[in-house]
């Protein structure tokens, strides 16, 4: 059956789209490019947002990988070439990249978790009525929209502080010795700050998919005689399944390019103690102008986000068959 000029286009779904000029035909044998641009003509409305998410989001990141395969060092411009896989195999044998990988996957594993049994615990808190449970509610959420700079210092001169910190002054009045904690345990004290800020935001999450649970279920379980955790483990745990993934996955995207803290509190010290990916991307623009090899960190720290999402998901996966 042949189209001709001012014939439709029928898909499955059922849509008829008009056919204006054989060009459509050329289109439609085109692999990949030729039914996105289809869908482009077809969706007239929909296509200006969508082509400036791709250039705004998608273009940088090609242009990342462009120069990943590039030596070029701003300060020996004369050096600046097409260098294949060299960067990526001279960042995998800098041991300082390595400790750094190291730092990113313990600061995401472990301020993703705790981050999500904190929101966790903040949504029960808040989800049964009580008297100021509004007031209660924005207290809670009032860490995640500090600043993150400003959280930052507030932790290192007000709560980890060696001399006025008010974990030292609990610890000095139940007769313990005060503790350079961003000193002596840098990775503990940052995730301790990032479960801070990002447990309000799992909690606004999973705070939304406990409102969306029928209490008829809870009712139904108590009737039966479900205890409270009974009722929490299966039906409540069950129920924010979802919720869990997502608070999961945003917050491993957030927490795995996480600079703010780690610049103002620790400087990636005591020596590369706290240094993560970022930082160390961003000491090798500033301090080293080595565009080439931080543009390869850049695309591996792509990679291993996607890695540690899937590998996240995959466990809560499978501690939630657990429960089911």
Same mark, same amino acid.
């Given at each position: 059956?042949?189209?001709?000029?001012?014939?439709?286009?029928?898909?499955?779904?059922?849509?008829?789209?008009?056919?204006?000029?054989?060009?459509?035909?050329?289109?439609?044998?085109?692999?990949?490019?030729?039914?996105?641009?289809?869908?482009?003509?077809?969706?007239?409305?929909?296509?200006?947002?969508?082509?400036?998410?791709?250039?705004?989001?998608?273009?940088?990141?090609?242009?990342?990988?462009?120069?990943?395969?590039?030596?070029?060092?701003?300060?020996?411009?004369?050096?600046?070439?097409?260098?294949?896989?060299?960067?990526?195999?001279?960042?995998?044998?800098?041991?300082?990249?390595?400790?750094?990988?190291?730092?990113?996957?313990?600061?995401?594993?472990?301020?993703?978790?705790?981050?999500?049994?904190?929101?966790?615990?903040?949504?029960?808190?808040?989800?049964?009525?009580?008297?100021?449970?509004?007031?209660?509610?924005?207290?809670?959420?009032?860490?995640?929209?500090?600043?993150?700079?400003?959280?930052?210092? !507030?932790?290192?001169?007000? &709560?980890?502080?060696?001399?006025?910190? %008010? $974990?030292?002054?609990? #610890?000095?009045? =139940? @007769?313990?010795?005060?503790?350079?904690?961003?000193?002596?345990?840098?990775?503990?004290?940052?995730?301790?700050?990032?479960?801070?800020?990002?447990?309000?935001?799992?909690?606004?999450?999973?705070?939304?998919?406990?409102?969306?649970?029928?209490?008829?279920?809870?009712?139904?379980?108590?009737?039966?005689?479900?205890?409270?955790?009974?009722?929490?483990?299966?039906?409540?745990?069950?129920?924010?399944?979802?919720?869990?993934?997502?608070?999961?996955?945003?917050?491993?995207?957030?927490?795995?390019?996480?600079?703010?803290?780690?610049?103002?509190?620790?400087?990636?010290?005591?020596?590369?103690?706290?240094?993560?990916?970022?930082?160390?991307?961003?000491?090798?623009?500033?301090?080293?102008?080595?565009?080439?090899?931080?543009? !390869?960190?850049?695309?591996? &720290?792509?990679?291993?986000?996607?890695? %540690? $999402?899937?590998?996240? #998901?995959?466990? =809560? @996966?499978?501690?939630?068959?657990?429960?089911?």
């Amino acid at each position: 059956m042949t189209t001709s000029v001012g014939a439709e286009a029928r898909r499955k779904d059922g849509w008829v789209a008009p056919v204006s000029s054989p060009w459509v035909r050329v289109l439609q044998r085109l692999p990949y490019a030729g039914p996105f641009v289809l869908w482009l003509v077809r969706n007239p409305f929909i296509a200006p947002a969508l082509l400036y998410v791709i250039v705004v989001t998608q273009a940088p990141f090609v242009l990342t990988v462009w120069y990943s395969f590039h030596r070029w060092n701003l300060q020996r411009p004369e050096t600046a070439g097409f260098n294949w896989l060299g960067n990526y195999v001279d960042i995998f044998r800098d041991g300082r990249f390595l400790n750094a990988v190291g730092v990113s996957l313990t600061l995401t594993v472990g301020a993703v978790l705790l981050s999500l049994l904190v929101g966790l615990l903040y949504a029960q808190l808040v989800h049964d009525r009580f008297p100021g449970r509004g007031i209660v509610r924005t207290l809670f959420i009032t860490p995640f929209l500090v600043m993150p700079v400003i959280g930052a210092l !507030a932790w290192k001169y007000t &709560v980890l502080s060696p001399i006025f910190g %008010v $974990v030292n002054w609990i #610890l000095q009045s =139940l @007769g313990g010795q005060p503790v350079d904690w961003l000193g002596v345990q840098p990775v503990p004290s940052i995730i301790a700050v990032l479960v801070w800020r990002w447990g309000p935001f799992m909690m606004i999450i999973l705070l939304a998919g406990l409102q969306a649970l029928n209490d008829d279920l809870r009712e139904a379980a108590r009737v039966d005689g479900a205890g409270s955790w009974a009722e929490f483990r299966y039906v409540v745990i069950p129920h924010l399944k979802g919720y869990m993934q997502l608070c999961v996955l945003l917050g491993s995207i957030f927490i795995v390019n996480e600079f703010d803290v780690i610049f103002m509190a620790t400087q990636g010290g005591p020596g590369t103690a706290s240094t993560n990916v970022p930082f160390l991307i961003y000491q090798n623009v500033f301090y080293g102008f080595d565009v080439g090899r931080s543009a !390869a960190m850049a695309v591996v &720290v792509v990679a291993m986000t996607i890695i %540690v $999402v899937t590998l996240l #998901l995959k466990v =809560l @996966g499978r501690l939630m068959t657990e429960v089911d």
